[in-house]
């Protein structure tokens, strides 16, 4: 059974707004960690954005910071990407991920990741 689904990628002018979903099961929603990572055709891996199970502690890439909001609803068992001010930049495929550490950067530590939603910023 998948465990992490992405949703709600699409296609948007500069300066849009797009608002990721990811719903996972409750055994993954669980995870300590629930976060975001892109990656565009050429490039690594990049981090996003994370959220702790608690909600209390949130982080941020620099390039996304003050544009992306990152939110979960424990009752739906789903985290949320709020993207605004969106720019050609960031255009890239958006994965899901859950695991032990928000902090992770990286994302070696996260156990779990979804297909990805990929979006598209034109300019």
């Known amino acids: 059974q998948v465990q992490l689904v992405e949703s709600g990628g699409g296609l948007v002018q500069a300066g849009g707004s797009l608002r990721l979903s990811c719903a996972a099961s409750e055994r993954t929603f669980s995870s300590a960690a629930m976060g975001w990572f892109r990656q565009a055709p050429g490039k690594e891996r990049e981090f996003v954005s994370a959220?702790?199970?608690?909600?209390?502690?949130?982080y941020y890439a620099d390039s996304v910071k003050a544009r992306f909001t990152i939110s979960r609803d424990n009752a739906k068992n789903t985290i949320y990407l709020q993207m605004n001010s969106l720019k050609p930049e960031d255009t890239a495929v958006y994965y899901c991920?859950?695991?032990?550490?928000?902090?992770?950067?990286?994302?070696?530590?996260?156990?779990?990741w979804g297909q990805g939603t990929q979006v598209t910023v034109s300019s």
């Open positions: 959220i702790s199970w608690s909600g209390r502690t949130t």
């Open positions: 991920a859950a695991g032990p550490d928000p902090g992770d950067y990286s994302g070696s530590r996260y156990l779990y």
